[in-house]
């Protein structure tokens, strides 16, 4: 029998011909397709109508494809699909508490848990999933990637487990405060007038309350949103606590806030690179940011590991073999290039190459595809 594989593709590249591998329900939790179903203009036609946006499908593996290559994708492909509900659970939740409804925690404690099992697990996957932002707003997705960040510095720190899922929770709630601001101002495509920022500064303040409304909350979520605005000498807000007087996880959340901030496109700029990145973090230890925490974060969040596949500011591809510690940034790079081969054609050292970045972490399926052995059109 043909090995196949279970995928999550947008459905705007969903063809007649693929076959669902999971059943697809409505908004109100009605079924719209089994799994199962051979896929029909007409079955594509109806879940559009419904605004489906994602469908699991089974995909057929090519023979070429090695195990190690089949556990990879797979390791990616669960940390895609996690990544991708997550986002709707934030989504829900937040909905759910603008319209006036309680804030669903177990919801999104439960989410917290298994972002929290798959880091603990592996946390080199989950930290490369850069598309999330194609999928939905900005709030929603910048919700997750705070909490997989908090997530992943708390493992740096031996937090135990339920500590864990309690920075994860607050990673992901730092912005809950932003649902009393009004969509208008939240989703504008330019950056704020002193007047509306004045507005959008009340959002800790906000966030604070709605948690200490919500019952069974833990104290350490609720100072998570309530300061993660506040910077390391005092300039931040609401209250403008300074050094000791913020929670070590709330500067953890205000490193991994800034960090994906810049990190991602927004309508008014361009993302900046993960060293142009670190490089404005470094311009702010000791003022804005904990020294300590700072190189913490940098370490485990933004500097790619040997092994990892990169892509360069010129297109190249490569794989890293050595980082140095006093440059971390400035990595020795193998070029493969886009060839079928995967071999190594040339070595870059960065360090001597003020040219050159690292633009992005590319992923297996996509390595695969220049391989010729997993399809290439739009990868998801
Ligand atoms: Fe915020």
Redesign the pocket.
């Known amino acids: 029998m043909k090995r196949s594989f279970k995928r999550t593709i947008p459905i705007d590249i969903a063809e007649p011909g693929m076959v669902l591998a999971k059943d697809v329900y409505s908004a109100k939790d009605q079924v719209l397709l089994r799994s199962g179903t051979e896929l029909d203009q007409r079955h594509l036609d109806k879940l559009q109508a419904f605004n489906i946006e994602h469908l699991c499908i089974w995909q057929p593996l090519s023979d070429e494809l090695s195990d190690e290559e089949i556990q990879q994708l797979k390791a990616e492909e669960n940390a895609r699909r996690t990544c991708i509900e997550a986002v709707e659970i934030v989504k829900q939740v937040m909905s759910d508490v603008r319209m006036g409804d309680s804030l669903d925690l177990p919801k999104v404690r439960q989410t917290v848990s298994e972002l929290c099992t798959q880091l603990i697990q592996d946390d080199r996957v989950l930290r490369y999933i850069d598309n999330l932002y194609a999928y939905d707003e900005y709030t929603f997705a910048h919700s997750i990637q705070v909490s997989v960040f908090t997530i992943i510095l708390g493992k740096a720190l031996h937090t135990p487990r339920p500590a864990l899922e309690d920075i994860g929770t607050g990673g992901m709630l730092?912005?809950i405060?932003?649902t009393r601001v009004p969509l208008e101002l939240l989703n504008l495509p330019r950056q704020y007038t002193a007047e509306e920022f004045a507005i959008?500064r009340n959002?800790?303040q906000y966030?604070e309350e709605i948690l200490r409304e919500t019952n069974g909350v833990p104290e350490i979520v609720i100072r998570m949103a309530g300061e993660?605005?506040e910077r390391y000498n005092g300039t931040g807000y609401f209250r403008g606590l300074k050094g000791d007087q913020i929670h070590p996880y709330s500067q953890i959340t205000a490193l991994a806030?800034v960090y994906d901030a810049m990190t991602t496109t927004r309508t008014y700029r361009p993302a900046l690179l993960p060293q142009q990145a670190v490089e404005f973090l470094l311009t702010g230890v000791g003022s804005f940011f904990n020294p300590d925490l700072c190189h913490l974060f940098i370490k485990h969040v933004a500097i790619f590991p040997v092994g990892c596949v990169v892509q360069l500011t010129n297109g190249l591809i490569g794989k890293i073999l050595e980082v140095d510690e006093k440059l971390p940034t400035r990595p020795v790079v193998g070029i493969i290039g886009k060839t079928k081969l995967m071999r190594i054609t040339e070595i870059i050292d960065l360090r001597r190459r003020p040219d050159l970045l690292v633009a992005r972490v590319v992923p297996q399926s996509e390595l695969l595809a220049i391989k010729g052995v997993w399809p290439s059109a739009k990868q998801v």
């Open positions: 730092h912005d405060g932003k959008m959002h800790p966030g993660h605005h806030d």
